[in-house]
């Protein structure tokens, strides 16, 4: 069964997707392009929020482990100034996702530290925010590739460790889950599967060479277009899916708690 990538691998697709978010900013008609993915946002407003983000868990990574958000972290982010003029926010974008490959270079990827998601399947750490980055940064590189009128998909390599990383991360939870105990299977056509049991203890995800028994609800695509799918970029009706459909409408609707 294929391995997660490795730490050096994660940093190296931070900066392949924030090189490529750039070009598409670059090439972009305009900074106030609408982003249809993001529809109450402009270009400039999506560059904004990437680059903050980039510098919010820069900061985060440095501080260490922490019960919350640091405070420096998050009032550097609520008061983030970003220039308007386009070749001085690139410059900008660039510093600012340099400043979170080098907090992370310098902590190693098994460094404790704050974050949003349950410890369940992705580690407070490091690691796990190099992991979850590398998604944040993909999906708003296609966003921004979309608002430039060049949509692209997803890089394999990338779509693939998206899928499991969004099953461990924004999914798994103990919080018990408010209907009948179900499963979940998503299936790449590259070849790779998982399978989401939820129920009174919870969500939690594992990788499955094929489906032993039948799921509540199987969903197909490509690695990417799954990706997208988590991200609400494309809708189900776009993906092929098995047995209960409104099983995903449920998942969809559950906000439970880390």
Not at 38 to 48: A, N, Q, Y
Not at 113 to 122: E, I, K, M
Not at 168 to 174: I, L, M, N, P
């Amino acid at each position: 069964m294929e391995k997660n990538l490795e730490f050096p691998d994660l940093l190296r697709l931070i900066d392949e997707r924030s090189t490529a978010f750039r070009a598409a900013v670059a090439a972009a008609p305009s900074l106030d392009a609408q982003v249809p993915t993001c529809p109450e946002w402009t270009l400039f407003d999506l560059v904004r929020h990437l680059g903050g983000g980039d510098r919010f868990w820069a900061a985060i990574v440095g501080a260490g482990p922490a019960d919350g958000p640091p405070a420096e972290a998050v009032a550097a982010r609520a008061a983030l100034e970003v220039p308007r003029e386009r070749e001085a926010l690139l410059a900008w974008l660039a510093a600012s996702t340099q400043l979170l490959l080098s907090a992370l270079r310098e902590a190693g990827p098994d460094a404790e530290c704050w974050a949003w998601w349950s410890a369940l399947q992705t580690p407070r750490s490091s690691g796990g925010v190099a992991r979850h980055r590398v998604q944040e940064s993909a999906v708003h590189t296609y966003d921004a590739l979309l608002a430039a009128g060049d949509p692209q998909p997803l890089p394999v390599e990338l779509a693939l460790e998206g899928v499991e990383e969004f099953l461990f991360t924004c999914v798994a939870s103990s919080s018990a889950w408010p209907h009948e105990p179900t499963t979940f299977d998503f299936h790449a056509s590259e070849g790779r599967s998982w399978r989401l049991t939820v129920d009174g203890d919870g969500a939690r995800s594992t990788r499955i060479p094929a489906p032993t028994e039948a799921a509540g609800a199987s969903v197909h695509g490509t690695a990417g277009e799954l990706v997208l799918y988590f991200y609400d970029r494309v809708q189900a009706a776009s993906l092929r899916v098995e047995g209960d459909a409104g099983l995903l409408d449920l998942l969809r609707a559950w906000e439970p708690e880390n």
